[in-house]
């Protein structure tokens, strides 16, 4: 009787057990369920069908993750599995009534042998009557809903699997997107299992089956890798190694790469998420769709911030399960992540999007966790040269040049290494870039340190340089691939270094000629060695013209070969190269940039402003005068140049509201350089009003170029800091009739109206203008290079006969930021416009200001652009447009097509906030003496005071602001430029002084010039202006012009004037002795072999101090001269070569006088306006 009680059935503890099974199943404790199935069996015998099920579920994982063999003599082969099938069948047939659930666990389990032993439609036979008795089973009725849950995720996936081995896409792609739409969850280790094998799967799968993306494939695909997405999102963390070893699992790191794959196909299509996407609907939209900003930026940072989760996982796994490579392999999926993640950091800190749109730290911080990636990526790899020059990249794009050319430098050393273990085996070496990569690679680190280095940046250049022609010269052995010639061989430049079957492509062949010329005629303006410079610009003449050649349309080369032709005096040259860059140039055709040629308009600037300066160069002043506004016109107006703002009062360009949703122009996705080029153009069409119209035209157009400032890099304010002021001095303190002493940097220049300007000149018959060689002897002050030639000056006296100084020009010189409290509002822009027809425009709508960054824009300029005028013949070289008598161009308003962005080249470095600010800072400097030198010019000399002192105190501002920097400040800091193209803190004081001693002269005081010309000097000892005001008058106290000391004031009679007499007879007999530099020997008197004076008497024995001062100020100005004649910065200086001859005249040397007067005749036949460096701060790089 015992016994059979113990037989009898538990109900209770058969629902335990059966819990305890549905666990075991659930976790996945395969060992357990044995055990555990036979209790069931015992205390409820009614659920045969769930044990057998449970058996059968623990041999097929064990038999799923072992192979597939006839000979196996495991028990649980998948062999095996199918004995266990006919049982099935019956315990199915037993269990649908009364356990329906029970049933459809044995049928997933019936449909996963199938599928385990390949045999796809009997798996989907057995699928659909499980799917239909599963919506019958009532839920809580069952103890085995754990399990159930994993079976339907199960069957799920088994369905999708046969569908898609059965050749039936469609139904597969149907079952995928079902599954995705209702992802089970991750409650157990098994349902997250065959969850995430489900998700995998489905992804993969749309992956797969898209070729070709378009928007609703790319749409499809991303559904499902979001649903992968947010399931490991919700899902813990699972434990152990990612890798499964059964042979159902997608690599998980695969699915990953997919994600990130596709995530980066939709960037680099210019596609964007949809604010309005469904799971039914598109997820994406082109960029140029119109939507709402707010949408627009919460799209993008969505966007980026998943990109960047999958960044991270997926880097976490590769590096993970990525083992350090053998100095014979190299890690490809690697090399394959970074050059992904660098594609998509190119679109990230592209112009598309704002540091607001890729969320916090901005694009810089993008950067920043791009550099993280590479570093992290470097310690997985060997010698990669893919990841070093990854590195250079983005080091360079930070402003960060120092680590860049570290970068770089390894860089070279080890494909240096490659080429040259390659020129021996014939063979390219694995891993390593190939020619054409390595060779623009070289070309971007010369173009990196020619535009923002210093001299000791251009020797490396120089050193590179000579490594590419070293390349070029090269064997190079085949690579694999196939030359690229872009469908032409007949006309592919093969210069005679080079092999006839070299692989590289034409752009790079160009790209390497262009930076080797670029470097010879940067090198050619820093060599010390003068003999060599004129080899230098011939050599980059040469490559040039090659560069030209292979790649006609580039404007990069164009602008280089122009302006290296214009350096050596070939002006006709330099147009004929501009003249071809500017064919199809939309204001040669009478148009206005539309949005798809913005870019090319932006990089024609440099060359409409160096065709100015040609022509300047052959006198066609009004010509010139044109081509600086038609560089602006070209874009319409000046609304796609700046941006939009609020319209509220256009008389007063002050009111002006900036508009927060306006778009901004395209000025706020240039970088200082560009700016700075744009501002230079005014700067030479002031030169150019100057010298036609005379200085009070000029000074008119000062409030124009100092509201351009404002427009182009913000507010002032925002760039100085609060310093000491000096002590006040007679000139500062000086009142003018306009208002006193200075006030501060926030008030506005305002011009006399057109009328009382018009009324000023009437009685003028010739411009009044600082001659070159002033015929009555006055001081002739230095220009600074900012200086017209011009007929010999008026000088207007008093009836005492004293030269009067004329009064100030109605004009404060402050920038246009603030209030003020009234406005003429008959003010006029005195820009000269192209057709000539009317000189007095009205003020269009004053735009925003762009600055350098989003807030940087607190105020509005005081003079905007003029509106797009119609352009009309004024010169045979620009022909008269076309197709608009009557009306403007319209612009072009339709959207851009979205297209994939991948460039090798280095994006444009953004400099660090120091090297910015002190670009920034040094502008406004340069725009102050400037304006400074236009008042100096129209003797307005307390206005050039006010202008100076601006200048001195931004110079002031940024020497404090070095000094608290965590740097310190040093003497070596401040003389060397260092980084960033700016000139150094010395110089800037160098520039200073010299234009303070340059009004000084004005002001006929010698001795205070002198002494500023001696300060600018010892801040910077080759500055140009100050050695050729310094030498002016060193040479004007050896012509006792003016006496050698600054005479005290007394009351006591003047000496007797015997050593006067005695000078006065000894002057034809003092020649300056000759130095190491000369080269002919002297034919006057010297005055240690002169047997005239040994012989003329006792009383001359020895020079008298007031000679030895004579002869000590005409040595110093010719060494000072001499010195600065073999410099790049004065060897093309017409007048530090007239000075010098008046040295050499000065001392008897008429041969040597007469070579430099030729040379100054052959200079000024081809001198410009300006400076051929002004053109743009980057010198021969765009």
């Given at each position: 009787m015992s016994s059979l009680v113990k037989k009898a059935p538990n109900a209770e503890k058969g629902a335990r057990y059966v819990g305890l099974l549905d666990a075991a199943l659930s976790n996945g404790s395969w060992a357990d369920v044995p055990e555990l199935a036979r209790k069931v069996e015992k205390h409820a015998p009614q659920r045969k069908c769930?044990?057998?099920?449970?058996?059968?579920?623990?041999?097929?994982?064990?038999?799923?993750?072992?192979?597939?063999?006839?000979?196996?003599?495991?028990?649980?082969?998948?062999?095996?599995?199918?004995?266990?099938?006919?049982?099935?069948l019956e315990a199915i047939s037993t269990a649908e009534t009364n356990h329906p659930d029970d049933?459809?666990?044995?049928?997933?389990?019936?449909?996963?042998?199938?599928?385990?032993?390949?045999?796809?439609?009997?798996?989907?036979?057995?699928?659909?009557?499980?799917?239909?008795?599963?919506?019958?089973?009532?839920?809580?009725?069952?103890?085995?809903?754990?399990?159930?849950?994993?079976?339907?995720?199960?069957?799920?996936?088994?369905?999708?699997?046969?569908?898609?081995?059965?050749?039936?896409?469609?139904?597969?792609?149907?079952?995928?997107?079902?599954?995705?739409?209702?992802?089970p969850g991750y409650r157990t280790p098994e349902l997250r299992q065959w969850t995430e094998r489900l998700l995998g799967r489905a992804c993969m799968y749309t992956v797969k089956r898209s070729p070709t993306p378009s928007i609703q494939d790319l749409s499809e695909t991303y559904y499902s890798f979001k649903a992968w997405g947010d399931f490991w999102q919700r899902a813990p963390a699972s434990t152990g190694s990612t890798t499964s070893a059964s042979r159902l699992?997608?690599?998980?790191?695969?699915?990953?790469?997919?994600?990130?794959?596709?995530?980066?196909?939709?960037?680099?299509?210019?596609?964007?998420?949809?604010?309005?996407?469904?799971?039914?609907?598109?997820?994406?939209?082109?960029?140029?769709?119109?939507?709402?900003?707010?949408?627009?930026?919460?799209?993008?940072?969505?966007?980026?911030?998943?990109?960047?989760?999958?960044?991270?996982?997926?880097?976490?796994?590769?590096?993970?399960?990525?083992?350090?490579?053998?100095?014979?392999?190299?890690?490809?999926?690697?090399?394959?992540?970074?050059?992904?993640?660098?594609?998509?950091?190119?679109?990230?800190?592209?112009?598309?999007?704002?540091?607001?749109?890729?969320?916090?730290?901005?694009?810089?911080?993008?950067?920043?966790?791009?550099?993280?990636?590479?570093?992290?990526?470097?310690?997985?790899?060997?010698?990669?040269?893919?990841?070093?020059?990854?590195?250079?990249?983005?080091?360079?794009?930070?402003?960060?040049?120092?680590?860049a050319m570290h970068a770089f430098h390894s860089y070279m050393e080890i494909v240096d290494k490659a080429k040259a273990r390659a020129s021996k085996t014939g063979k390219h070496e694995l891993g390593s870039d190939n020619d054409d990569i390595a060779m623009l690679t070289a070309a971007d680190a010369i173009r990196l340190l020619c535009r923002y280095g210093d001299r000791d940046q251009a020797e490396k250049a120089n050193e590179i340089a000579n490594a590419m022609s070293r390349w070029l010269a090269q064997q190079r052995p085949p690579t694999g691939e196939a030359p690229h010639t872009n469908g032409d061989t007949s006309e592919r430049v093969h210069p005679a270094s080079q092999p006839g079957d070299t692989p590289l492509r034409p752009e790079t062949l160009a790209a390497a000629y262009r930076s080797i010329g670029i470097c010879k005629a940067h090198w050619a303006h820093l060599t010390y060695d003068s003999a060599e410079r004129s080899s230098m610009f011939s050599e980059a003449t040469d490559n040039l013209r090659i560069a030209q050649r292979l790649e006609p349309r580039s404007i990069g080369t164009a602008h280089a070969l122009a302006l290296v032709l214009a350096s050596a005096r070939d002006v006709p040259g330099a147009i004929e190269v501009i003249r071809g860059a500017l064919t199809g140039s939309v204001m040669l055709n009478g148009d206005a940039a539309s949005q798809q040629n913005h870019e090319r308009e932006r990089r024609l600037l440099s060359l409409w402003h160096l065709l100015a300066l040609c022509l300047s160069a052959q006198d066609k002043h009004d010509t010139a005068a044109q081509i600086c506004e038609a560089a602006y016109k070209q874009f319409g107006n000046s609304q796609l140049l700046f941006g939009q703002t609020a319209k509220h009062d256009s008389l007063?360009?002050?009111?002006?509201?900036v508009s927060t949703a306006s778009p901004p122009g395209f000025v706020a996705q240039t970088e200082g350089f560009e700016r700075e080029s744009i501002l230079q153009i005014r700067m030479s069409q002031v030169l150019l009003v100057e010298l036609m119209e005379g200085p009070d035209a000029a000074i008119d157009m000062t409030d124009s170029l100092l509201g351009?400032?404002?427009?182009?890099?913000?507010?002032?304010?925002?760039?100085?800091?609060?310093?000491?002021?000096?002590?006040?001095?007679?000139?500062?303190?000086?009142?003018s009739r306009f208002g006193g002493t200075l006030r501060s940097i926030t008030g506005s220049i305002r011009p006399r109206s057109a009328v009382s300007r018009r009324s000023s000149n009437a009685d003028k018959n010739t411009l009044r203008k600082r001659s070159v060689n002033s015929a009555d002897g006055t001081l002739r002050p230095a220009t600074n290079g900012q200086g017209t030639t011009a007929p010999i000056a008026i000088t207007i006296t008093n009836e005492d006969g004293n030269p009067a100084e004329k009064k100030h020009h109605s004009h404060h010189l402050h920038l246009p930021f603030h209030k003020h409290q009234s406005t003429s509002p008959s003010a006029k822009t005195s820009a000269v416009s192209v057709d000539g027809a009317d000189e007095n425009l009205q003020p269009i709508e004053t735009t925003a200001t762009p600055g350098s960054t989003a807030s940087s824009s607190n105020g509005t300029p005081g003079q905007p652009l003029p509106e797009i005028a119609h352009n009309a013949s004024h010169d045979t070289f620009l022909p008269p447009p076309a197709g608009h008598p009557d009306q403007p161009p319209v612009q072009d308003v339709r959207l851009p097509a979205p297209h994939p962005v991948a460039g090798m080249t280095v994006p444009e470095s953004h400099l660090s906030p120091m090297h910015e600010r002190r670009h920034k800072v040094g502008v406004l400097i340069k725009t102050w003496l400037f304006v400074a030198g236009l008042y100096v010019r129209a003797d307005s000399c307390d206005d050039a005071q006010s202008a100076v002192d601006h200048a001195s105190?931004?110079?002031?501002?940024?020497?404090?602001?070095?000094?608290?920097?965590?740097?310190?400040?040093?003497?070596r800091r401040l003389c060397e430029k260092g980084w960033g193209g700016s000139k150094?803190?010395?110089?800037?004081?160098?520039?200073?002084?010299?234009?303070?001693?340059?009004?000084?002269?004005?002001?006929?005081?010698?001795?205070?010039?002198?002494?500023?010309?001696?300060?600018?000097?010892?801040?910077?000892?080759?500055?140009?202006?100050?050695?050729i005001g310094l030498s002016d008058l060193l040479l004007d106290i050896y012509e006792q012009k003016i006496p050698a000391e600054e005479p005290l004031p007394s009351t006591q009679p003047p000496l007797p004037s015997t050593s006067g007499s005695l000078i006065s007879e000894a002057k034809p007999s003092l020649t300056r002795p000759n130095t190491a530099s000369s080269t002919e020997p002297?034919?006057?008197?010297?005055?240690?072999?002169?047997?005239?004076?040994?012989?003329?008497?006792?009383?001359?024995?020895?020079?008298?101090?007031?000679?030895?001062?004579?002869?000590?100020?005409?040595?110093?100005?010719?060494?000072?001269?001499?010195?600065?004649?073999?410099?790049?910065?004065?060897?093309?200086?017409?007048?530090?070569?007239?000075?010098?001859?008046?040295?050499?005249?000065?001392?008897?040397?008429?041969?040597?006088?007469?070579?430099?007067?030729?040379?100054?005749?052959?200079?000024?036949?081809?001198?410009?306006?300006?400076?051929?460096?002004?053109?743009?701060?980057?010198?021969?790089?765009?």
């Open positions: 769930l044990t057998l099920a449970a058996r059968t579920e623990a041999q097929a994982a064990a038999a799923s993750h072992r192979p597939t063999s006839a000979s196996s003599t495991t028990a649980t082969s998948i062999h095996t599995l199918g004995e266990v099938v006919p049982r099935l049933a459809f666990i044995a049928r997933t389990c019936l449909a996963q042998i199938h599928w385990i032993q390949e045999a796809p439609t009997d798996a989907l036979n057995a699928l659909p009557s499980a799917t239909a008795t599963t919506s019958k089973s009532e839920i809580g009725g069952s103890a085995t809903l754990g399990w159930l849950e994993v079976c339907e995720v199960k069957a799920a996936y088994i369905r999708a699997s046969c569908l898609e081995a059965s050749g039936r896409p469609s139904d597969a792609k149907e079952s995928y997107q079902a599954a995705v739409s209702r992802t699992d997608m690599p998980r790191r695969a699915v990953w790469k997919a994600y990130h794959d596709l995530l980066s196909t939709v960037l680099q299509h210019d596609l964007l998420y949809s604010p309005y996407a469904s799971p039914g609907a598109d997820a994406f939209v082109f960029s140029n769709t119109i939507i709402p900003d707010e949408q627009r930026a919460t799209m993008k940072q969505r966007q980026r911030a998943e990109m960047q989760h999958v960044e991270t996982v997926y880097e976490t796994l590769l590096l993970e399960e990525t083992k350090f490579p053998k100095a014979d392999q190299s890690n490809g999926e690697v090399e394959e992540w970074t050059a992904q993640v660098l594609a998509n950091w190119r679109q990230f800190t592209g112009p598309d999007w704002s540091d607001f749109d890729v969320g916090e730290g901005g694009r810089s911080a993008v950067s920043r966790v791009t550099l993280d990636i590479l570093y992290r990526a470097s310690a997985k790899t060997f010698h990669s040269t893919a990841i070093l020059r990854q590195l250079f990249t983005v080091h360079a794009a930070l402003g960060e040049f120092d680590l007063n360009p002050e009111m002006i509201a351009l400032y404002s427009r182009l890099f913000g507010n002032p304010e925002h760039v100085t800091i609060s310093v000491s002021r000096p002590p006040q001095t007679a000139a500062t303190a000086a009142t105190k931004l110079v002031e501002s940024l020497e404090v602001e070095f000094a608290a920097s965590p740097d310190g400040v040093n003497a150094s803190i010395d110089e800037l004081w160098a520039d200073v002084w010299s234009t303070k001693a340059l009004l000084a002269a004005t002001r006929q005081r010698p001795f205070e010039a002198i002494a500023a010309y001696e300060q600018a000097l010892s801040y910077h000892p080759d500055h140009s202006a100050g050695i002297s034919h006057g008197p010297s005055l240690v072999n002169d047997n005239h004076i040994e012989h003329t008497g006792a009383r001359k024995k020895d020079p008298s101090p007031a000679e030895l001062n004579r002869l000590a100020a005409r040595d110093r100005a010719y060494m000072l001269l001499s010195t600065l004649t073999k410099l790049g910065t004065g060897w093309d200086d017409s007048e530090a070569w007239s000075m010098l001859a008046r040295a050499h005249e000065l001392s008897r040397e008429i041969d040597k006088a007469k070579q430099a007067l030729w040379w100054v005749v052959e200079l000024e036949d081809s001198r410009p306006l300006r400076g051929w460096g002004e053109i743009s701060p980057g010198g021969y790089t765009l």
